[in-house]
């Protein structure tokens, strides 16, 4: 059991100072991360198509919902243009490849 107490321990987390440069040096690893894994995808998603002759739109949609919240709210937040805008492009990215994940069970 904790010597402290859960209202010491609540009061201790907010008078913490907020670590900017930590906090930013996380942000660049999730784009990193996203990025590698845009490629990774890329290359499964080129690589079934040539082997298999079909098409899978599951990985895009997952990974483009992900990246697109990222950038939206990071625009959002900020004011920052340029991620609204890269977040907007990723949106309607992600919808096209949902439209035709959903269609290919459809025909």
Do not use: W
């Not at 999730?30 to 590698?36: D, K, S, T, Y």
């Not at 697109?68 to 709210?73: G, K, P, Q, T």
């Amino acid at each position: 059991m904790s010597q402290y107490t859960d209202d010491e321990i609540l009061r201790a987390a907010q008078e913490a100072p907020v670590d900017e440069a930590e906090n930013h040096y996380a942000k660049q690893g999730l784009r990193l991360g996203m990025a590698v894994a845009v490629v990774v995808i890329i290359v499964m998603f080129l690589v079934e198509y040539i082997i298999e002759k079909r098409v899978d739109f599951g990985k895009p949609v997952i990974l483009g919902l992900m990246a697109s919240i990222a950038d939206l709210s990071d625009g959002l937040k900020n004011g920052r243009k340029k991620f609204i805008i890269i977040g907007v492009v990723e949106a309607m990215f992600t919808l096209v490849m949902l439209i035709c994940y959903i269609g290919a069970f459809v025909v």
